[in-house]
Protein backbone atom coordinates (compact mmCIF):
# COMPACT_ATOMS: atom_id res chain seq x y z
CA UNK A 1 0.00 0.00 0.00
CA UNK A 2 1.16 3.64 0.42
CA UNK A 3 3.72 4.39 2.81
CA UNK A 4 6.37 6.83 3.86
CA UNK A 5 7.96 4.94 6.49
CA UNK A 6 10.30 5.72 9.04
CA UNK A 7 13.46 4.00 10.42
CA UNK A 8 13.23 4.79 14.16
CA UNK A 9 10.39 6.06 15.83
CA UNK A 10 12.14 7.61 18.74
CA UNK A 11 15.46 9.75 18.99
CA UNK A 12 16.74 10.90 22.18
CA UNK A 13 19.31 13.49 21.93
CA UNK A 14 21.54 15.68 24.03
CA UNK A 15 21.13 19.72 24.05
CA UNK A 16 23.72 21.17 21.58
CA UNK A 17 24.03 17.83 19.36
CA UNK A 18 22.58 17.32 16.14
CA UNK A 19 19.39 15.21 15.68
CA UNK A 20 19.03 12.85 12.73
CA UNK A 21 15.59 11.68 11.32
CA UNK A 22 15.35 9.25 8.55
CA UNK A 23 12.34 8.47 6.23
CA UNK A 24 12.18 5.79 3.67
CA UNK A 25 9.56 6.54 0.73
CA UNK A 26 7.83 3.66 -1.49
CA UNK A 27 7.19 5.53 -4.68
CA UNK A 28 9.93 6.87 -7.52
CA UNK A 29 7.49 8.98 -8.74
CA UNK A 30 6.92 11.20 -5.87
CA UNK A 31 8.58 14.55 -6.62
CA UNK A 32 8.06 16.86 -3.29
CA UNK A 33 8.96 16.10 0.06
CA UNK A 34 8.29 17.93 3.27
CA UNK A 35 9.05 17.66 6.63
CA UNK A 36 6.45 18.60 9.80
CA UNK A 37 7.10 19.40 13.48
CA UNK A 38 4.02 18.73 15.44
CA UNK A 39 4.09 19.51 18.73
CA UNK A 40 1.39 18.15 21.90
CA UNK A 41 -1.88 19.47 21.06
CA UNK A 42 -0.71 21.17 18.02
CA UNK A 43 -1.27 20.95 14.31
CA UNK A 44 1.63 20.09 12.07
CA UNK A 45 4.05 23.01 11.20
CA UNK A 46 6.51 22.78 8.18
CA UNK A 47 10.04 23.07 8.94
CA UNK A 48 11.34 22.54 5.32
CA UNK A 49 10.52 21.04 1.94
CA UNK A 50 12.80 20.00 -1.05
CA UNK A 51 12.14 19.17 -4.66
CA UNK A 52 12.62 15.83 -6.42
CA UNK A 53 15.24 17.59 -8.77
CA UNK A 54 17.33 18.60 -5.89
CA UNK A 55 19.40 16.44 -3.23
CA UNK A 56 19.91 18.92 -0.36
CA UNK A 57 18.17 22.26 0.91
CA UNK A 58 19.09 23.90 3.94
CA UNK A 59 17.50 25.95 6.49
CA UNK A 60 17.84 27.52 9.82
CA UNK A 61 19.47 24.62 11.92
CA UNK A 62 17.98 22.23 9.67
CA UNK A 63 19.03 20.25 6.55
CA UNK A 64 17.14 18.02 4.32
CA UNK A 65 18.64 15.65 2.31
CA UNK A 66 17.39 13.30 -0.41
CA UNK A 67 18.55 10.34 -1.88
CA UNK A 68 16.28 9.21 -4.84
CA UNK A 69 18.53 6.27 -5.58
CA UNK A 70 17.39 4.15 -2.83
CA UNK A 71 14.39 6.63 -2.04
CA UNK A 72 15.59 7.86 1.47
CA UNK A 73 15.36 11.56 3.26
CA UNK A 74 16.69 12.54 6.06
CA UNK A 75 16.60 15.60 8.36
CA UNK A 76 19.20 17.08 10.18
CA UNK A 77 18.60 19.50 13.38
CA UNK A 78 22.12 21.34 14.38
CA UNK A 79 22.52 22.15 17.74
CA UNK A 80 19.51 20.41 19.10
CA UNK A 81 17.83 22.44 21.50
CA UNK A 82 14.71 21.84 24.19
CA UNK A 83 12.53 23.35 22.36
CA UNK A 84 12.83 20.75 19.06
CA UNK A 85 11.02 18.08 21.13
CA UNK A 86 8.44 17.01 19.48
CA UNK A 87 7.07 14.69 17.05
CA UNK A 88 8.65 15.02 13.46
CA UNK A 89 6.56 13.73 10.57
CA UNK A 90 7.85 13.11 6.93
CA UNK A 91 5.53 13.43 3.69
CA UNK A 92 5.88 12.94 -0.29
CA UNK A 93 3.27 14.52 -2.90
CA UNK A 94 3.21 11.99 -5.84
CA UNK A 95 3.11 14.35 -8.27
CA UNK A 96 0.17 17.22 -10.09
CA UNK A 97 -1.95 14.86 -11.12
CA UNK A 98 -2.06 13.71 -6.94
CA UNK A 99 -3.02 17.33 -6.35
CA UNK A 100 -2.33 18.36 -2.65
CA UNK A 101 -2.38 14.97 -1.18
CA UNK A 102 0.62 13.92 1.18
CA UNK A 103 1.40 10.77 2.16
CA UNK A 104 2.58 11.04 5.48
CA UNK A 105 5.56 8.46 7.67
CA UNK A 106 4.56 7.49 11.06
CA UNK A 107 6.69 9.85 12.82
CA UNK A 108 9.72 9.91 15.21
CA UNK A 109 9.11 11.63 18.56
CA UNK A 110 12.49 13.80 19.48
CA UNK A 111 13.63 13.71 22.80
CA UNK A 112 15.64 16.54 23.74
CA UNK A 113 17.43 16.04 27.38
CA UNK A 114 18.50 19.65 28.99
CA UNK B 1 -1.50 36.94 7.62
CA UNK B 2 -4.02 34.80 9.85
CA UNK B 3 -2.68 31.51 9.60
CA UNK B 4 -5.18 28.67 9.08
CA UNK B 5 -8.09 28.34 11.63
CA UNK B 6 -10.44 25.42 12.48
CA UNK B 7 -13.72 25.22 14.89
CA UNK B 8 -14.82 23.99 17.38
CA UNK B 9 -11.71 23.07 18.64
CA UNK B 10 -12.62 20.07 20.73
CA UNK B 11 -16.18 18.13 20.23
CA UNK B 12 -18.13 15.10 21.86
CA UNK B 13 -20.61 13.17 20.60
CA UNK B 14 -21.91 9.94 20.99
CA UNK B 15 -22.27 7.19 18.15
CA UNK B 16 -24.95 7.76 15.62
CA UNK B 17 -24.89 11.09 15.45
CA UNK B 18 -23.13 13.27 12.43
CA UNK B 19 -20.78 16.16 13.01
CA UNK B 20 -20.19 19.15 10.84
CA UNK B 21 -16.05 20.77 10.88
CA UNK B 22 -14.84 24.03 10.01
CA UNK B 23 -11.80 25.20 8.28
CA UNK B 24 -11.08 28.73 7.18
CA UNK B 25 -7.58 28.82 5.23
CA UNK B 26 -5.08 31.21 4.64
CA UNK B 27 -5.95 34.53 2.83
CA UNK B 28 -5.58 34.00 -0.82
CA UNK B 29 -5.21 30.01 -0.76
CA UNK B 30 -7.61 28.39 -2.32
CA UNK B 31 -7.11 24.53 -2.01
CA UNK B 32 -8.10 23.03 1.45
CA UNK B 33 -6.49 19.57 2.31
CA UNK B 34 -8.89 17.33 5.40
CA UNK B 35 -6.70 14.53 6.96
CA UNK B 36 -7.80 12.49 9.97
CA UNK B 37 -4.85 11.49 12.81
CA UNK B 38 -4.97 9.07 15.37
CA UNK B 39 -2.84 6.96 17.08
CA UNK B 40 -2.71 3.84 15.39
CA UNK B 41 -3.00 5.13 11.85
CA UNK B 42 -0.97 8.24 11.80
CA UNK B 43 -1.59 11.12 9.39
CA UNK B 44 -4.38 9.39 6.90
CA UNK B 45 -5.78 11.80 3.60
CA UNK B 46 -9.05 12.16 3.66
CA UNK B 47 -10.23 14.57 0.92
CA UNK B 48 -8.61 17.91 -1.33
CA UNK B 49 -10.93 20.86 -2.19
CA UNK B 50 -9.89 22.99 -5.23
CA UNK B 51 -12.33 26.20 -6.39
CA UNK B 52 -15.01 24.75 -4.72
CA UNK B 53 -14.46 21.20 -6.62
CA UNK B 54 -13.58 18.00 -4.63
CA UNK B 55 -10.24 16.85 -6.35
CA UNK B 56 -8.80 13.73 -4.70
CA UNK B 57 -10.08 11.59 -2.05
CA UNK B 58 -8.54 9.12 0.44
CA UNK B 59 -9.49 5.52 1.25
CA UNK B 60 -12.76 6.62 3.35
CA UNK B 61 -16.35 5.74 3.78
CA UNK B 62 -18.82 7.45 2.05
CA UNK B 63 -20.02 8.86 5.43
CA UNK B 64 -17.02 10.96 5.39
CA UNK B 65 -18.14 14.29 3.14
CA UNK B 66 -17.20 17.54 2.74
CA UNK B 67 -17.63 20.81 0.36
CA UNK B 68 -15.79 23.98 -0.20
CA UNK B 69 -17.56 27.49 -0.26
CA UNK B 70 -16.62 30.26 -2.84
CA UNK B 71 -14.36 31.86 -0.02
CA UNK B 72 -12.58 29.21 0.15
CA UNK B 73 -13.68 28.02 3.69
CA UNK B 74 -14.48 24.73 3.30
CA UNK B 75 -16.22 22.06 5.95
CA UNK B 76 -16.14 18.76 6.56
CA UNK B 77 -19.17 16.19 7.62
CA UNK B 78 -18.91 12.72 9.49
CA UNK B 79 -22.27 11.22 9.61
CA UNK B 80 -23.24 8.18 11.68
CA UNK B 81 -20.81 8.35 13.72
CA UNK B 82 -18.57 5.40 15.09
CA UNK B 83 -16.38 4.77 18.17
CA UNK B 84 -13.60 5.09 15.77
CA UNK B 85 -14.48 7.70 14.11
CA UNK B 86 -12.50 9.58 17.39
CA UNK B 87 -9.47 11.35 16.12
CA UNK B 88 -7.63 14.55 15.32
CA UNK B 89 -9.44 16.51 12.40
CA UNK B 90 -6.84 18.60 10.51
CA UNK B 91 -7.07 20.94 7.67
CA UNK B 92 -4.46 22.30 5.62
CA UNK B 93 -4.25 24.80 2.90
CA UNK B 94 -2.17 26.16 0.23
CA UNK B 95 -2.69 28.66 -2.68
CA UNK B 96 -3.26 26.13 -5.25
CA UNK B 97 -3.49 22.49 -6.10
CA UNK B 98 -0.57 20.52 -6.50
CA UNK B 99 3.03 20.37 -5.07
CA UNK B 100 3.54 23.04 -2.53
CA UNK B 101 3.70 23.81 0.95
CA UNK B 102 0.76 23.31 3.04
CA UNK B 103 0.01 24.91 6.48
CA UNK B 104 -2.24 23.26 8.56
CA UNK B 105 -4.58 24.37 11.13
CA UNK B 106 -4.78 23.36 15.23
CA UNK B 107 -7.06 20.46 14.51
CA UNK B 108 -10.43 19.64 16.08
CA UNK B 109 -10.23 16.86 18.25
CA UNK B 110 -13.43 14.72 18.24
CA UNK B 111 -14.53 12.15 21.00
CA UNK B 112 -17.28 9.85 19.79
CA UNK B 113 -18.80 8.15 23.07
Known amino acids: GESVGLHLPTLSVQEGDNSIINCAYS??????FIWYKQESGKGPQFIIDIRSNMDKRQGQRVTVLLNKTVKHLSLQIAATQPGDSAVYFC?????????????FGQGTELSVKP | KAGVTQTPRYLIKTRGQQVTLSCSPI?????VSWYQQTPGQGLQFLFEYFSETQRNKGNFPGRFSGRQFSNSRSEMNVSTLELGDSALYLC????????????FGPGTRLLVL
Open chain 2, 92 to 103: ATQQVAGAETQY
Open chain 1, 27 to 32: NSASDY
Open chain 2, 27 to 31: SGHRS
Open chain 1, 91 to 103: AENRGYNQGGKLI
